[in-house]
């Protein structure tokens, strides 16, 4: 038997398996903080919880809620009126339209 200083090559099927397990990752990512780290999409939910507080850009805080150790949660934009604390926050879901 040989001994190959190179290394073995990389079968298709090795590559196949690479490239569905890292878009399965992508993808994940991408459904629980793509609205986050996006620029567009954070803007937008910004906007829609100004709107929905009275348009003062001081009254207001945005969360955003996923999945952690202590509840298993739908990824959504929660807004919170800071100016009626006992008013419900609003959920304004995964997707904002911008």
Known sequence: MGVSA???RISAASLRKALVTIGV???LFAFFYGPVVTPRLRAAAHDRCNALTGDTYRDYRLVWETTGFDSLNRPHWMCF???DPQ???VNLGWWVDL
Do not use: K, S
């Open 6 to 8: 190179v290394g073995q």
């Open 25 to 27: 990752f992508v993808t």
């Open 81 to 83: 009126d800071l100016a």
């Open 87 to 89: 008013r419900q926050p």
